[in-house]
């Protein structure tokens, strides 16, 4: 008996010791290809940091990041890497293997554009679509790719049209008017909070009401949607993390499971409430500020948000006999996008806040937040208490802040909010001129992106000479000086939320 389980012990043993064997093999074999490939692409020239053939780029970017806090974000990593070689340019290749997959990294808006904004630009990268699966479960709109997610863009697009967005200001001055009682009541308590936390609140509300036309209620109590929502991308891994506990973490399924439980859940209840699956003859129509909502009813309801003018485009561009029941089929479709748009709204939003708060309250800026005041004093009269009224009453004095919007394009530049990943294809070369001031050889070379994750790096960009004069000053004015005025900002050089289709 004991010998019959020392032997199936033996044999367990020795397969999980070959197991373990092969994966070493395996892991040996890639690290020496991908080793390889750096090192041919240095050999012939292309721009990166030094390689070394064991390490890669991995002692260049420990180096390139030791000034930084150990949770800072792997966005400000090209930045560093700048710093530490200011003669390496704006495009180079970077190898971190294994801790994440071989980058193209670009830093140049000529560059950018030619993947992001040409006919031929490329692919959202996988680890977009790994990311947001727990989330969505894959069928979401920065998921999707080539005619599917042509459809579905344009039955979105004219919720979010400008002229619609402006028609939705009086939702919106509601939920703002909730945080700013929020941020006065701390004021006078002279406690200390969270700002980042209370924006986050604030602008999931705020995406309820415009996306859903529903009240999540998160700035004064729990949702259970919101909560599981923001704890799932807690969970949630791109699959570049540095640490890989972050993606092999053994409770993460069931987390996963959990919390996307608790989504569907609350969001299926809200869409099925909205359009009843066995109501076949709900008819939404559309006029160019409105959407307006009817069944039986005689005097229907008006409704502006986004879903319910994505539901009328859907409605006029599927044929019933195609589709039996276009609540429910579009209720299964809504419900990935619905998370999406407050996953993508709420953390960019949110931050762009924080930021905004914190560089006008910097002693230096002082100027700048008088200028402010004195803008929207012009515009709003003296009493802010006055302003919300007149906002949703007339929404187009939006317009009319010039210094407000140079302050919010400023804020974004020095602090974007979202990177664009793209991946490489087999004969899919960048064309890419060193500048003068960096290389003396300006001729063009081909960077292959095969293989490579093509990184967008916006926090790069946006804080680079080459581009921008002053480029780590808080200074407005860039945005409201004539072109011919040195600090008047290069063509594409701003992108903050991306150019191009995929943006």
């Given at each position: ?130 990311y947001l699966l727990p989330i969505t479960g894959g069928e979401d709109l920065a998921s999707m790719e080539g005619e599917e997610w042509k459809r579905w863009r344009k039955i979105y697009n004219p919720g979010f049209s400008a002229g619609h967005i402006q ?293 790069a960009l946006h804080r680079h000479p080459l581009y921008w004069p002053r480029p780590t000053e808080f200074l407005p004015e860039r945005w409201l000086v004539g072109p011919d005025h040195e600090l008047h900002p290069l063509k594409d050089a701003w992108r ?8």
């Amino acid at each position: 008996m004991f010998g019959s389980f020392f032997f199936d012990l033996l044999l367990s043993f020795r397969f999980l010791s070959l197991v373990f064997a092969a994966y070493i093999v395996r892991f040996l074999f890639k690290l020496y290809r991908i080793r390889s490939h750096f090192q041919k692409l240095q050999r012939d020239g292309l721009p990166m940091p030094p390689h070394h053939p064991l390490f890669g780029h991995l002692l260049v970017t420990n180096t390139a990041l030791s000034n930084l806090p150990r949770d800072a974000h792997a966005h400000y990593l090209p930045s560093q890497i700048r710093l530490k070689y200011p003669s390496l340019g704006p495009v180079y290749y970077l190898d971190m293997w294994p801790f994440a997959p071989p980058f193209l990294v670009a830093t140049s808006p000529t560059v950018i554009s030619q993947f992001t904004q040409s006919e031929s630009h490329l692919p959202n990268h996988p680890g977009i679509r790994k990311y947001l699966l727990p989330i969505t479960g894959g069928e979401d709109l920065a998921s999707m790719e080539g005619e599917e997610w042509k459809r579905w863009r344009k039955i979105y697009n004219p919720g979010f049209s400008a002229g619609h967005i402006q028609t939705l200001v009086p939702t919106i001055v509601e939920e703002v008017g909730i945080f700013v009682d929020s941020l006065k009541e701390h004021a006078r308590k002279g406690d200390m909070f969270s700002l980042d936390e209370a924006a986050i609140n604030a602008t999931m509300d705020v995406i309820g009401r415009v996306a859903l036309d529903h009240k999540f209620n998160t700035q004064r109590s729990p949702n259970p949607m919101t909560t599981a929502l923001r704890s799932q991308i807690r969970w949630c891994s791109f699959g570049a993390e540095p640490n890989p506990f972050d993606y092999m973490n053994p409770f993460k399924p069931l987390v996963h499971w959990y919390n996307t439980r608790i989504m569907n859940k609350y969001m299926t209840k809200v869409l099925k409430e909205r359009y009843p699956p066995s109501s076949a003859s709900t008819k939404f129509t559309t006029t160019p500020s409105t959407t307006t909502t009817s069944t039986t009813s005689p005097n229907p309801n008006k409704s502006k948000a986004v879903i319910d003018l994505a539901h009328t485009e859907f409605q006029s561009s599927t044929p019933p006999t195609t589709t039996p029941n276009t609540n429910s089929t579009f209720s299964t479709t809504a419900l990935p996008q619905m998370k999406l748009f407050i996953l993508g709204g709420h953390d960019t939003t949110a931050t762009t806040i924080t930021y905004l708060f914190h560089l006008l309250s910097l002693p230096h800026n002082s100027h700048h937040l008088l200028t402010l005041q004195t803008e929207h004093t012009s515009i709003f009269g003296p009493d802010p208490s006055s302003a919300p009224s007149l906002l949703k009453a007339h929404p187009e004095k939006l317009n009319q802040l010039p210094y407000t919007l140079a302050i919010i394009k400023e804020t974004l530049r020095l602090f974007p909010v979202v990177t664009a990943p793209r991946e490489g294809k087999k004969g899919h070369y960048l064309s890419y001129t060193p500048p003068s001031s960096i290389d003396e050889n300006t001729e063009t070379i081909k960077l292959p992106t095969e293989h490579t994750l093509v990184w967008s790096n916006h926090h790069a960009l946006h804080r680079h000479p080459l581009y921008w004069p002053r480029p780590t000053e808080f200074l407005p004015e860039r945005w409201l000086v004539g072109p011919d005025h040195e600090l008047h900002p290069l063509k594409d050089a701003w992108r903050p939320f991306e150019f191009g289709p995929r943006a």
